[in-house]
T-cell receptor, first 113, second 109 residues
């Protein structure tokens, strides 16, 4: 596609429920990144994919967070048993490879009530 | 991992003024990007600048990798320049971008 696409744009969920966030990278981009941004804060790295494998998942905050990427394209970030502190904007980025310019999607705003 | 420090944290300018934003990083980096996050939260790519100087209209950037810093210059600022500016170096060997805390710029008419 023309840019990185994320869905949904907004998600409100009840505490304890599971959520899935989707990222469609730019076509042909092999590297994909997930970040989280809490209100008024910088971007916190979560996980990096190169193809379908994740050489760096050091930023996942707990085992409630997981991500996968299939076919070297779409990625899904799953948060199980959501907590209020999970409320944030989740941003996805892609780049041609792990050394080139990265481009971000518009983000998914997650609110846990 | 790499530590990134941006200064100043906040900046208020009158329209038409010039400014310099600084980004220091603690270790050698593979490359570096500057982003503008607009008031709607969208991250807009400004520069991909591993080293040297680049210019795009009223904005320019310089990275001196050997001295571990990068500068973003904004000239003749406009109200639409308001938002948060992030620098994000990438660790040597490729992989994740490391973000600083940003500089929040407010340009007053």
């Amino acid at each position: 596609g023309a840019g990185v696409s994320q869905s949904p744009s907004n998600k409100v969920t009840e505490k304890g429920k599971d959520v899935e966030l989707r990222c469609d990278p730019i076509s042909g981009h092999t590297a994909l990144y997930w970040y989280r941004q809490s209100l008024g804060q910088g971007l916190e790295f979560l996980i990096y994919f190169q193809g379908n494998s994740a050489p760096d998942k050091s930023g996942l905050p707990s085992d409630r967070f997981s991500a996968e990427r299939t076919g070297g394209s779409v990625s899904t970030l799953t948060i199980q048993r959501t907590q209020q502190e999970d409320s944030a904007v989740y941003l996805c980025a892609s780049s041609l490879n792990g050394n080139t310019e990265a481009f971000f999607g518009q983000g998914t705003r997650l609110t846990v009530v | 991992g790499i530590q990134v420090e941006q200064s100043p944290p906040d900046l208020i300018l009158q329209e038409g003024a010039n400014s310099t934003l600084r980004c220091n990083f603690s270790d050698s980096v593979n490359n570096l990007q500057w982003f503008h996050q607009n008031p709607w939260g969208q991250l807009i790519n400004l520069f991909y600048i591993p080293s040297g100087t680049k210019q795009n209209g009223r904005l320019s950037a310089t990275t001196v990798a050997t001295e571990r810093y990068s500068l973003l210059y904004i000239s003749s600022s406009q109200t639409t320049d308001s938002g948060v500016y992030f620098c994000a170096p990438r660790e040597g060997g490729g992989g994740k971008l490391i973000f600083g805390q940003g500089t929040e710029l407010s340009v007053k008419p």
